[in-house]
T-cell receptor, first 115, second 114 residues
Framework: AQSVTQLDSQVPVFEEAPVELRCNYSSSVSVYLFWYVQYPNQGLQLLLKYLSGSTLVKGINGFEAEFNKSQTSFHLRKPSVHISDTAEYFCAVRESGAGSYQLTFGKGTKLSVIP | DAGVIQSPRHEVTEMGQEVTLRCKPISGHDYLFWYRQTMMRGLELLIYFNNNVPIDDSGMPEDRFSAKMPNASFSTLKIQPSEPRDSAVYFC????????????FGEGSWLTVV
């Protein structure tokens, strides 16, 4: 079984400042990693994913994340945030083996961008 | 392409009533998932189907919850009888076809049981 820990439940940041949302996972097997974003009163939208290959993954809206196997982390970053980035962000993990389709989510991090 | 479509978007019902949530997955997707989101527990997988067959329902909280997928383009999640603690956002999601490993979510059904 795998688990996901998002260390910060809320992150306030000023507009145009950089941000990092932290995610650590636990799994006994190799995994795929995902970041989803949920805007107020909306569903979840995929931001980016790591399946294999380069450990630096670029996603939509200027976000990127780096997979660090030794630290079992998959932190999400953006060099300059915008008001429209205010949302809740979820890190998720699933086993990479065939037949493994269950996504395990972290509790989410609410990003508040302050004008 | 239309995304995952859920209905109703919002429902307020009285305790004891039956609630039926509906989902239309993305065409061509062969996996369908039902998730529940609450403040206390975050996002939890309730059940998922592959080719219309329930594969894992271990996340279904109790017998009051049931889910069906009569065909590839439709699924329901039913709560009978409903209780206030069932108040949550219920998400349907699907994957398959060209989407590969990505799971796509619907916009959710906001359920309030009073």
């Amino acid at each position: 079984a795998q688990s996901v820990t998002q260390l910060d439940s809320q992150v306030p940041v000023f507009e145009e400042a950089p941000v990092e949302l932290r995610c650590n996972y636990s799994s006994s097997v190799s995994v795929y990693l995902f970041w989803y974003v949920q805007y107020p009163n909306q569903g979840l939208q995929l931001l980016l994913k790591y399946l294999s290959g380069s450990t630096l993954v670029k996603g939509i809206n200027g976000f990127e994340a780096e997979f660090n196997k030794s630290q079992t982390s998959f932190h999400l970053r953006k060099p300059s945030v915008h008001i429209s980035d205010t949302a809740e962000y979820f890190c998720a993990v699933r086993e990479s083996g065939a037949g493994s389709y269950q996504l395990t989510f972290g509790k989410g991090t609410k990003l508040s961008v302050i004008p | 392409d239309a995304g995952v479509i859920q209905s109703p978007r919002h429902e307020v019902t009285e305790m004891g009533q039956e609630v039926t949530l509906r989902c239309k997955p993305i065409s061509g997707h062969d996996y369908l998932f039902w998730y529940r989101q609450t403040m206390m527990r975050g996002l939890e997988l309730l059940i998922y189907f592959n080719n219309n067959v329930p594969i894992d329902d271990s996340g279904m909280p109790e017998d009051r919850f049931s889910a069906k997928m009569p065909n590839a383009s439709f699924s329901t999640l039913k709560i009978q009888p409903s209780e206030p603690r069932d108040s949550a956002v219920y998400f349907c999601a699907s994957r398959g076809g060209s989407s590969g490993n990505t799971i796509y979510f619907g916009e959710g059904s906001w359920l309030t049981v009073v």
